[in-house]
């Protein structure tokens, strides 16, 4: 009791602050939902530690904010899926889908490459344009251990684009003659953050914004597959450095490090723990168990906590990281996101759903 209180104690001030700059953040959302809550945190977080950085009292629950609670937070949003939902949203949407996803990961190594902007950065951008912005970076930032720079700097690149689609995805639309079904599979498709799906396709109309928000949370459970590759991927490195360690250090062979084979409890050892937790809360919610009541509470509650996880983000960025880094994420971001929307248009045409 006393080590648990203490832990507590240890924690309280860094995680105050964190939930103090989430309320102020979430307030900001409410009046500019383009904007949306989560951006506000990490920019005020970030000012707020340009401002004063915090000092060793505040660390520790900042960090935790910044780790546990987002992954506290991927859990919840599996709670919003239905998996009998999925399916049915699936037979339409999945080509447009995994086409878009495919051609962005893709676009993001080799135009990354290209560009040189490189490692975890480059994941973090790829996967927030595929997938869905600050949710999907949230799901892969522990995975990849990615710095609170990488975060901040990939979640601002996304937000640019995010009010760019807001603003012009209507207006293509009405360009193209879209349905009202059919914008709803392109703003869920194509715009990665749900604030701003809602935002581009309720300015077109209500059925449109019903269905993108389906659409955007089907999206989302392509979450699952990239997290345990790129768990995969980290596994394989960090073997592969070890072994490596281990030949310079004359072991021989690296007969100190033999090559593991790939069993189920190792691939399950891969798997995080609150990746195994969405797919719980998304199982969960598919039997009808939760109340309908509850599914807003959730959601409110999955995404005040990512607003907590990137204020606290925001806090502990390295400003000065945002300078080293340049401009050639930024162009990064514009390209995956041209290329994303383009795609979403070509693939929709293909299968006869524009």
Known sequence: MTSTMETARR???????ATGIA???????????????PVSGVVLGAVIGMVRRPTDRFRPGITTASKFVLQLAVVLLGAQLSLLEVVGVGVESLPVMLGTLVVCL????????????VGNLRTLIGVGTGICGASAIAAVTP??????VEVAYAVSTIFLFN???VIVFPVVGHALGMSQHAFGLFAGTAVNDTSSVVAAASTYGTQAANFAVVVKLVRTLMIIPIVLGLAWLVGRREEAAA??????AGD???AAVPRQPW??????????????????????NSTGVLPGPVHPVISTVAAFLITVALSAIGLSTDVAGFRRAGFRPLVLGLVLWLVVTGSSLALMTVTGAL
């Open 243 to 248: 072994r490596l360690a281990a030949e310079r």
């Open 143 to 148: 995975v990849i251990g990615a710095v609170s």
């Open 11 to 17: 924690l309280a001030p860094g995680l105050a602050v």
């Open 163 to 165: 009010v760019a689609a």
């Open 263 to 284: 069993t189920l409890r190792r691939v399950y050892r891969l798997v995080p723990w609150f990746l195994i937790g969405f797919v719980i809360a998304a199982a969960v």
């Open 252 to 254: 021989h062979g690296a």
């Open 106 to 117: 893709l676009a993001a190594w080799g135009v990354g490459r290209l560009l040189g902007v």
């Open 23 to 37: 309320v102020v953040a979430t307030v900001i959302g409410r009046f500019l939902p383009v904007v949306g809550a």
